[in-house]
């Protein structure tokens, strides 16, 4: 291995982009190889990010033996076939969330990153927001006592929704990172859902859900997703968590006033947490998380931040909750553990 992780990108949407700009501002990363089935989408950003080595064929960008690493940014019902490909060649891979859309193809992709010798990581980006992991480090202290209700909600534009519903729906698109988090912060499993959803535009997917978990502690969370807000909403997502113990509570704000600017056209927060630009350079959380994976690499040494397991189980209770809202009836998922 060279003095930098040679690394490639699979899938060039709008994220795909993000990622890539990130990794130009990792020192220990090489931004080595692009793909994606576009060509005139892969040649533009090519000559807008200096790389040489385009495909259209994940298969033959993945025969490079120079090619280490790729992230794979795909839609999420087109995350399957790449991440197995990539690991049976050897790649180390980065998996975008949801892991998958499937909870067979996220049990096969598990089964494959275990036995892979390279590492694997799916993108729960929000564990690399410094405030929720400071509010986890604050939980691992025992600082708020046992768990007994959270709150999360994670609302965008209806702009921003629109352009998303037709291929995933709000309540894994964005639950699936509150169902993270609360299952990272209670160290608990969900055993029953019940989820409603509301339907406005008929864009394939509802445009806003609703989620209660019951976990096998006794406690209980609750999720709003709503991709509906006013497209004039000063803010790209409005973000909050509350989680309350027997001991203490933690709050969450992660939005306006963060960063507030008005001009002709009003009142602006621009995103300062998950990939704003610093100096030129993209930066933020993702730029933490790639970062961290590329150090993973450098240093021989697994990720531990996310397994496999987790990211699964996150999965697991979204499409429970999409179930729940689609029938209008409880979803259980286990035993309720003894008190």
């Known amino acids: 291995m060279g003095t930098k992780v040679n690394y490639g990108v699979i899938g060039l949407g709008w994220f795909g982009e993000k990622h890539c700009e990130a990794l130009a501002g990792i020192a220990d990363v090489e931004l080595y190889a692009l793909c994606t089935r576009t060509r005139s989408r892969l040649d ?9 080595r385009l495909y259209t064929d994940y298969h033959e960008m993945l025969a490079d033996p120079g090619l280490e690493a790729v992230s794979i940014v795909t839609m999420w019902d ?45 993108g729960h980006i929000c564990r690399f927001n410094p405030r929720y992991a400071a509010a986890k480090q604050a939980i691992a202290d025992g600082r708020i006592g046992r768990i007994v209700s959270m709150y999360a909600r994670r609302n965008i534009p209806a702009a921003v929704g ?32 019940y989820a409603q959803a509301v339907d406005v535009r008929h864009l394939a997917n509802p445009d ?9 502690t006794g406690a209980v969370g609750v999720l709003e997703d709503v991709w509906f807000l006013p497209d004039t909403t000063a803010f790209q997502i409005d973000e909050r968590m509350e989680i309350i113990g ?27 947490t998950y ?65």
């Not at 806003?208 to 096998?216: A, E, I, K, N």
């Open 44 to 52: 533009a950003l090519g000559q807008t990010l200096g790389v040489e």
């Open 78 to 122: 087109q995350h399957t076939a790449p991440t197995l490909a990539a690991l049976a060649a050897g790649k180390h891979v980065f998996l975008e969330k949801p892991m998958a859309s499937t909870l067979k193809d996220c049990r096969a992709i598990v089964k494959a990153a275990n036995a892979a010798k390279s590492f694997f990581m799916v």
């Open 162 to 193: 629109a352009a998303v519903l037709p291929k995933i729906g709000p309540i894994i698109g964005d639950g699936v990172h509150d169902s993270d988090l609360m299952l990272w912060y209670s160290g608990a499993n969900v055993v029953s859902v």
């Open 208 to 216: 806003l859900g609703w989620t209660m978990y019951r976990f096998d």
């Open 246 to 272: 027997t001991e203490g509570s933690i709050h969450i704000h992660e939005v306006h006033p963060n960063l507030s600017i008005c001009d002709k056209d009003g009142w602006h927060s621009p995103d300062t």
């Open 275 to 339: 990939w704003p630009l610093l100096h030129g350079v993209r930066a933020g959380a993702l730029r933490e998380e790639l970062s961290y994976f590329a150090r993973c690499i450098r240093e021989g040494t697994r990720p531990t931040v996310i397994t496999p397991e987790e990211s699964l189980r996150a999965v697991e209770a979204c499409l429970a909750a999409e179930r729940s809202a689609t029938t209008g009836r409880v979803v259980k998922l286990g035993k309720r553990r003894q008190a």
